[in-house]
């Protein structure tokens, strides 16, 4: 019905922006495999058609390949820029510190969306950031401070008392309640039926298993915690910044 | 040499749907760009001709459905206006959309008021979840042409509530297990009643021993996990039985409308 080599010699943007608004994926596609232009070009229309149809990690690969035609686009650097915020870790690295390098940061909107990113990779005690952000920043910056060998200590010491050490008083009572019950049921089983029967051996193992899981489980919540904050504050400074820097892909 | 050979056999054999498929794309693309450079009045004739085009290439319902949502029915002249609003609604029913299979089959009935029994049909299974009055109002019309379709109708409205499911619950809890031998899971109802029946000697053995603070841990522990487990588990097994009477009314009701359908199918119309 068509030929393919009386198709497109040059890119339609308008038309493209047409087919992304109708979502017609397999159209956009098509148009890009049968274009006739610059793999600069090319790469540029990919990275959208990646964006908007496909994956984050082909939308990476083209992008990286288009730098010099998205430095022309500033918006668009927006609009990706705002997508990545609140992103997979390695895929958000690679478009805030690969891709959205110093040349490509040409305005304040660019530069501000790069250290609010970055702030979870490079945390600062004070920085300005806009108010809405400020707080779930603080929690971040607090969080970033927790060692989780710390709290493993204290709860193998006292259990729970890692939980405290994060601020839940909640999690440390019922902590402390489970072990502490555990504890004074093995006593209790020893104490009645001595420690060679059945019933305190098996009271034993329970009381044993849970003081490791606190112990653990201390250690890792710190490692949880930090990774809830960070993500708490990506997600709102995501939401911050789409009603803050409009932007669109085409 | 082998590996190359047998790379070339597969590309040999497979060349058609590969090119097919690059072919079937490029037509696609052929169509939106006529879209996007016609001027207002053609526009949604090309889209109907897009739609053809996807319907006689056996594309995926759900683009096909897609691009039936972009058209606007109202700007086509009558003719063709009837036979899309037909196929619009024949193929979004076939994709599972029902809201909007019965939409355009209103419109469609509300240009044609159509009496035949494939265009009563077409309402009648559109408008079961939407519009009572109307599924009725079609049911009547249908059983006056065809008393196959009484059948069909009793089936789908069917009770299927298996009787008894409250005393179930509630034996489980006086007699733990019970509930679930009555359902008939022997082998799960005797298991539970073992269970909380070894519970209950535990319990008693620490009570008995001054074991206080073992007898509150153990018994609440294993009363959670045996007793409300248990009480869990009638009502899973329950809702299991329900979601087996449910599928055989379903094969049924398929059966039936598979019939029906041979009898009276539905079938695209040509638009072009």
Redesign the interface.
């Known amino acids: 019905m068509f030929s393919i080599q009386s198709l497109f010699s040059q890119i339609d943007n308008a038309f493209l922006k047409h087919l992304s608004d109708n979502n017609l994926k397999i159209e956009y596609l098509s148009y890009l495999q049968n274009a006739a232009s610059s793999n600069d070009t090319l790469d540029f229309y990919y990275s959208k058609y990646h964006f908007q149809f496909g994956d984050d990690s082909s939308f990476l690969v083209h992008a990286a390949r288009a730098k010099s035609l998205l430095k022309r686009d500033t918006s668009l650097l927006i609009h990706y820029s705002k997508h990545f915020l609140n992103k997979e870790i390695h895929q958000s690295n690679e478009w805030f510190n690969s891709i959205l390098d110093t040349s490509l940061r040409v305005n304040d909107q660019l530069k501000q969306l790069h250290l609010v990113y970055n702030l979870t990779q490079y945390p600062l005690e004070t920085v300005e950031l806009p108010l809405q952000l400020q707080k779930d920043y603080q929690l971040y910056y607090r969080a970033t401070k927790k060692k989780p060998i710390v709290a493993g200590l204290f709860s193998a010491i006292i259990p729970g008392t890692g939980l405290l050490y994060l601020n839940k008083p909640r999690a440390f009572a019922s902590n402390l309640a489970i072990v502490g019950g555990f504890g004074y049921q093995t006593y209790e089983s020893s104490r009645i039926f001595g420690w060679q029967h059945p019933l305190t051996i098996i009271n034993a193992a329970f009381f044993s298993g849970f003081y490791l899981v606190n112990v653990i489980g201390s250690y890792l919540e710190v490692k949880k915690n930090l990774r809830e904050r960070q993500k708490q504050y990506l997600i709102h400074a995501s939401t911050y910044y789409a009603d803050t820097y409009p932007s669109s892909l085409y | 040499m082998l590996q190359r050979i047998t790379l070339i056999l597969i590309l040999h054999l497979c060349i058609n749907q590969v090119f097919g498929q ?2 079937y ?6 169509f ?2 006529r879209i ?1 450079r016609a001027n207002n009045d053609a526009v949604d004739l090309i889209k109907l001709e897009k739609i053809n085009y996807m319907i006689n290439a056996d594309s995926i319902k759900g ?1 096909i459905v ?1 691009e039936l949502k ?1 058209v606007n029915y109202s700007s086509l002249p009558d003719s063709l206006q009837v036979n899309a609003l037909w196929n619009a609604s024949l193929i979004a029913y076939l994709n599972k959309e029902i809201d909007l299979s019965f939409l355009y089959w209103s419109k469609y009935n509300t240009l044609t008021n159509d009496t035949s029994t494939q265009s009563i049909l077409l309402g009648y299974l559109t408008s079961e979840n939407l519009n009572k009055t109307v599924n009725r109002s079609l049911y009547a019309k249908l059983i006056s042409c065809d008393s196959q379709f009484v059948q069909f109708d009793n089936e789908l409205h069917k009770s299927i509530e298996l009787k008894g499911n409250t005393f179930k619950k509630v034996s489980s809890l006086l007699l733990p297990g019970s509930g679930l031998l009555i359902n008939g899971n022997i082998g799960k109802g005797l298991l539970s009643m073992g269970l909380n029946t070894g519970t209950f000697f535990f319990v008693r053995f620490l009570i008995s ?6 007898s509150v ?2 018994g609440s522990n294993l009363i959670g996990k045996f007793y409300l487990g248990g009480y869990r588990l009638t009502t899973k097994e329950i809702d299991n039985k329900q979601g087996r009477k449910q599928k055989m009314r379903a094969e049924t009701s398929a059966h039936l409308l598979t019939s029906i359908l041979d009898k009276y199918p539905l079938s695209l119309r040509l638009v072009y």
Do not use: K
Not at chain 2, 209 to 214: D, G, I, L, Y
């Open positions: 690059q072919q794309a490029v037509n696609l693309l052929g939106e760009d996007f683009q897609s972009r021993n001054n074991a206080w603070v073992n841990l153990w």
